[in-house]
């Protein structure tokens, strides 16, 4: 079956510009996570939410990202005003539910900013 | 506050040899464990997970992983390694203090399988 998608898989945006990246879920699946994701690190987590509630949004590192499920199945992550620190891999992951469920990661998007 | 360490930044193993990625963890309670491998430009894939039960965890491709609670640690272990095991290997905690159970990832261990 799909899996999870991510477009672009690629974006190069100029300092100062907003980005948009969209994480499609799997079909059904109720929690949508987001993750960033340094070069050579581990992802760290953004943002969660349930359904179209974002209940958990402690991992953004600063009011120019935001966030938005609307429908409770895509979900689209947007950066405002990029910074070079910024660059990065963005990981979606989805799952059926919380508890024990594992998660089910996209291919992420990689940022580069200029 | 949760966490796991994963020791190693790299280990190099001979193919057909048995390889061990090494993750220790410090958690408030029971842990939830995983294993996840990451091919270059491509996503996480879930490889096993230890919620209850067996300290053995049997998973994808071979891969299993012991619990051991005494010594905090979730080793991944595989007995016999393919040059296609190569990859990064990243082990992670469940977060149950926050609410959807975010996972925490070690810094990866990048394993490197040689012919």
């Known amino acids: 079956g799909a899996g999870v998608s991510q477009s672009p898989r690629y974006k190069v945006a100029k300092r100062g510009q907003d980005v948009a990246l969209r994480c499609d879920p799997i079909?059904?699946?109720?929690?949508l996570f987001w993750y960033q994701q340094a070069l050579g690190q581990g992802p760290e987590f953004l943002t969660y939410?349930?359904?179209?509630?974002?209940?958990?949004k402690s991992g953004l590192p600063s009011d120019r990202f935001f966030a938005e499920r609307p429908e409770g199945s895509v979900s689209t992550l947007k950066i405002q005003r990029t910074q070079q620190e910024d660059s990065a891999v963005y990981l979606c992951?989805?799952?059926?539910?919380?508890?024990?469920?594992?998660?089910?990661f996209g291919p992420g998007t990689r940022l580069t900013v200029l | 506050a949760q966490s796991v360490a994963q020791p190693e930044d790299q280990v190099n193993v001979a193919e057909g040899n048995p390889l061990t990625v090494k993750c220790t963890y410090s958690?408030?309670?029971?842990?939830?464990l995983f294993w996840y491998v990451q091919y270059p430009n491509r996503g996480l894939q879930f490889l096993l997970k230890?919620?209850?039960?067996?300290?053995l965890v049997k998973g994808s491709y071979g891969f299993e992983a012991e619990f051991n609670k005494s010594q905090t640690s979730f080793h991944l272990k595989k007995p016999s390694a393919l040059v296609s095991d190569s990859a990064l290997y990243f082990c992670?905690?469940?977060?149950?203090?926050?609410?959807?159970?975010?996972?925490?990832f070690g810094q990866g261990t990048e394993l490197s399988v040689k012919p």
């Open positions: 230890y919620i209850t039960g067996d300290n």
């Open positions: 992670a905690v469940r977060d149950f203090y926050n609410q959807g159970g975010k996972l925490i």
């Open positions: 958690v408030s309670g029971n842990p939830y």
């Open positions: 992951a989805s799952s059926p539910s919380g508890g024990a469920a594992e998660q089910f």
């Open positions: 939410f349930q359904n179209e509630a974002q209940l958990d």
């Open positions: 079909s059904g699946h109720v929690s």
